[in-house]
């Protein structure tokens, strides 16, 4: 393999889908090849995420800024990459830890490392004349065949993404069409169908939450499920069949000292298991994730023992795409499917290593975007060229999101590339 000698590093605070500030990265190499890639941001985070710097001035962006993260990448990163040569990903990446020092990227911010990282891969690719998805297949070790994950679409918003107004943050729907082309011809016929059911049943306008998701103010959290059935009825559907449905409770966030308030009602972890084992066989869901909250390890192995074998559970807060997490909840049986954010880790590398662990287990891979997203669409290409089961992006509205549905329709029609049943 040729090296990858680094020409020049440039960062530069750019703003997300929520107008606040993000990094963007520029990684030029001394073959003239370049990459450019900025990084998104949550907002239902989980407490183990790696660091994501920002600068805590008041008087710019209520101290959400990123100009300390952006100089990171373009002198601090730069002054330490620039010149070097690079066997590739795993080496530039390594260069980022070793800089940084700290296991969560306190000291450069997990948003300056990522943005670096991205932009190396990009212009790695480059230089291999290679598309993004192939040089991100070509970083894992075990052959396989890129394809195209089964997206997961936000319907309902609810959450810290919609206000509260329901404690369950996302109600998706998982179209089982096979093709990239069919599933987003159904997900958006369901999405306008549930958008003039709000109108006539909420008397709501098409008012959507951050990640473009419907957030009416159901009476119950039963009507979310409910609406969500009708809609895929009158688009022409089969609920259950032709679309099913998905939750992210993200239940960390209504989570208490000795228990869960949901709407109200104090739960006890067991209770809570029960309400979801409820709806799981209702309305027949494909996946429940953060079913639990990110510390309730003790009763993960129950919900995962009771539901795993129907469902997929998912853990996001939980596990923060971290290997030592995953290594936990893989020994005490706690989840059986990965949401993977590269930017609760911080760097391509490390992601790659979580992705391998959740493959190594036999999990489903989900490949996930953030609330705080960015117009850039390499997700699509890393769901891609990792082999993602699935791909968690937001609604079908808000060019944020539809960048990387529209790579995937791209890599579909143009590339060749196919879902997987
Ligand atoms: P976040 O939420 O990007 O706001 O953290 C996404 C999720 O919980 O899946
Ligand atoms: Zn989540």
Redesign the pocket.
């Known amino acids: 393999m040729t090296e990858l000698v680094v020409r020049e590093l440039r960062g530069l605070e750019i703003l997300d889908s929520r107008g606040r500030p993000t990094v963007l990265a520029r990684c030029v190499l001394a073959s003239g090849a370049s990459g450019r890639a900025s990084v998104?941001?949550?907002?239902?985070?989980?407490a183990a995420e790696a660091h994501e710097l920002r600068d805590g001035d008041p008087r710019r962006h209520r101290g959400l800024g990123c100009q300390r993260a952006a100089a990171h990448v373009g002198t601090t990163i730069a002054d330490a990459v620039v010149g070097r040569a690079f066997a590739g990903q795993a080496a530039f990446d390594a260069a980022l830890l070793a800089l940084d020092g700290s296991s969560s990227l306190t000291y450069l911010g997990a948003n300056a490392t990522l943005a670096a990282s991205l932009a190396f891969a990009r212009a790695a690719a480059a230089a291999a004349r290679q598309p993004l998805y192939a040089y991100a297949a070509g970083l894992v070790a075990a052959p396989h065949t890129p394809r195209l994950p089964r997206p997961m679409i936000n319907l309902f918003s609810g959450g810290?993404?919609a206000g509260g107004q329901v404690p369950i943050?996302?109600l998706l729907i998982v179209p089982q069409a096979d093709s990239m082309a069919a599933i987003l011809e159904q997900a958006t016929a369901v999405f306008h169908c549930a958008a003039e059911r709000c109108a006539t049943r909420y008397g709501m306008r098409l008012l959507t939450a951050?990640?473009g998701g419907l957030a009416p103010p159901f009476p119950a959290l039963e009507a979310m499920f409910d609406d969500a059935g009708e809609a895929i009825v009158r688009a022409g559907l089969r609920p259950g069949r032709d679309v099913r449905l998905a939750i992210?409770v993200?239940a960390s966030h209504f989570a208490t000292a000795d228990g869960y308030v949901l709407r109200d009602a104090p739960l006890t972890s067991r209770q809570l298991i029960d309400q979801l084992a409820r709806w799981a066989a209702d309305y027949a869901l494909a996946s429940i994730?953060?079913g639990l909250a990110e510390d309730d390890w003790e009763h993960w192995p129950a919900l995962c023992t009771q539901l795993g074998d129907r469902l997929v559970v998912i853990g996001?807060?939980l596990l923060c795409t971290n290997p030592g997490r995953i290594a936990r909840a893989r020994d005490a049986r706690a989840a059986n499917g990965l949401?993977l954010?590269v930017n609760q880790i911080g760097t391509l590398s490390q992601a790659l290593h979580a992705r391998q662990m959740a493959a190594g287990a036999g999990w489903q891979l989900v490949i996930?975007?953030?609330?705080?997203e960015t117009e850039d669409d390499w997700l699509a290409d890393l769901a891609v060229g990792w082999a993602g089961d699935q791909i968690?992006v937001g609604s079908v509205t808000q060019s944020e999101r539809l960048a990387k549905y529209n790579r995937l329709l791209e890599l579909e029609a143009f590339d060749g590339l196919c879902l997987m049943r």
């Open positions: 998104p941001s949550g907002a239902s985070r989980g810290k993404h943050q996302d951050d990640e992210d993200a994730e953060d996001d807060d949401l954010k996930s975007a953030r609330s705080g968690k």
